[in-house]
Protein backbone atom coordinates (compact mmCIF):
# COMPACT_ATOMS: atom_id res chain seq x y z
CA UNK A 1 0.00 0.00 0.00
CA UNK A 2 1.61 3.48 -0.60
CA UNK A 3 2.09 5.84 2.12
CA UNK A 4 1.85 8.72 -0.47
CA UNK A 5 -0.84 10.23 -2.50
CA UNK A 6 -0.36 12.01 -5.55
CA UNK A 7 -2.57 15.59 -6.04
CA UNK A 8 -3.08 17.79 -8.79
CA UNK A 9 -2.31 21.74 -7.23
CA UNK A 10 -3.18 25.03 -8.88
CA UNK A 11 -0.97 27.87 -7.56
CA UNK A 12 -0.91 31.74 -8.81
CA UNK A 13 1.53 32.75 -10.82
CA UNK A 14 3.84 34.12 -7.74
CA UNK A 15 3.53 31.21 -5.80
CA UNK A 16 4.41 28.91 -8.89
CA UNK A 17 7.35 30.95 -9.31
CA UNK A 18 8.27 30.73 -5.83
CA UNK A 19 8.20 27.05 -5.50
CA UNK A 20 10.23 27.10 -8.80
CA UNK A 21 12.69 29.54 -7.62
CA UNK A 22 13.68 26.87 -4.78
CA UNK A 23 13.77 24.13 -6.48
CA UNK A 24 16.18 25.78 -8.93
CA UNK A 25 18.26 27.12 -5.94
CA UNK A 26 18.89 23.75 -5.20
CA UNK A 27 16.96 24.46 -2.13
CA UNK A 28 14.77 21.76 -2.16
CA UNK A 29 15.10 18.95 -4.42
CA UNK A 30 11.54 18.83 -5.58
CA UNK A 31 8.58 21.03 -5.96
CA UNK A 32 6.59 18.31 -3.80
CA UNK A 33 9.35 18.92 -0.93
CA UNK A 34 8.83 23.08 -1.08
CA UNK A 35 5.25 21.89 -0.63
CA UNK A 36 5.27 19.53 2.11
CA UNK A 37 8.02 21.96 3.86
CA UNK A 38 5.26 24.69 3.58
CA UNK A 39 2.66 22.35 5.24
CA UNK A 40 4.79 21.10 8.05
CA UNK A 41 5.16 24.85 8.61
CA UNK A 42 1.44 25.98 8.70
CA UNK A 43 1.37 22.87 10.99
CA UNK A 44 3.85 24.17 13.37
CA UNK A 45 2.38 27.53 12.65
CA UNK A 46 -1.11 26.42 13.84
CA UNK A 47 0.70 24.37 17.37
CA UNK A 48 1.95 27.15 18.47
CA UNK A 49 -1.11 29.48 18.25
CA UNK A 50 -3.34 26.74 20.11
CA UNK A 51 -0.64 26.07 22.22
CA UNK A 52 -0.68 30.43 22.85
CA UNK A 53 -4.58 30.41 23.24
CA UNK A 54 -4.71 27.71 25.59
CA UNK A 55 -1.58 28.76 27.97
CA UNK A 56 -1.90 32.35 27.86
CA UNK A 57 -5.22 33.64 26.68
CA UNK A 58 -6.90 31.29 28.71
CA UNK A 59 -4.66 32.10 31.85
CA UNK A 60 -5.60 36.04 30.99
CA UNK A 61 -9.33 35.41 30.50
CA UNK A 62 -9.56 33.41 33.87
CA UNK A 63 -7.35 35.86 35.70
CA UNK A 64 -10.06 38.46 34.55
CA UNK A 65 -12.80 36.51 35.73
CA UNK A 66 -11.48 35.63 38.78
CA UNK A 67 -10.84 39.96 39.48
CA UNK A 68 -12.77 41.64 37.31
CA UNK A 69 -11.55 45.00 38.64
CA UNK A 70 -8.15 44.72 36.72
CA UNK A 71 -10.38 44.98 33.53
CA UNK A 72 -9.17 48.41 31.23
CA UNK A 73 -11.37 50.34 28.89
CA UNK A 74 -10.18 50.82 25.30
CA UNK A 75 -9.96 54.30 26.47
CA UNK A 76 -7.47 53.97 29.33
CA UNK A 77 -5.27 51.10 27.07
CA UNK A 78 -5.12 54.28 24.35
CA UNK A 79 -4.16 56.73 26.88
CA UNK A 80 -1.25 54.16 28.03
CA UNK A 81 -0.42 53.17 25.08
CA UNK A 82 0.02 57.10 23.70
CA UNK A 83 1.64 57.90 27.25
CA UNK A 84 4.52 55.28 26.58
CA UNK A 85 4.83 56.06 23.38
CA UNK A 86 5.41 59.86 23.97
CA UNK A 87 7.96 59.01 26.69
CA UNK A 88 9.94 56.55 24.25
CA UNK A 89 10.01 59.11 21.60
CA UNK A 90 11.17 62.05 24.24
CA UNK A 91 14.14 59.31 25.08
CA UNK A 92 15.53 59.39 21.47
Known amino acids: MRSTK ?12 EVEARVASGEYASESEVIRDGLR ?6 KAIESWLRQDVV ?15 PAQVRGALTAAHKK ?3 KK
Do not use: F, G, H, I
Not at 41 to 46: E, T
Not at 59 to 73: G, Q
Open 41 to 46: ALKARD
Open 59 to 73: AAYDAMKAKPARARS
Open 88 to 90: ASR
Open 6 to 17: QLSVTLPNEMAA
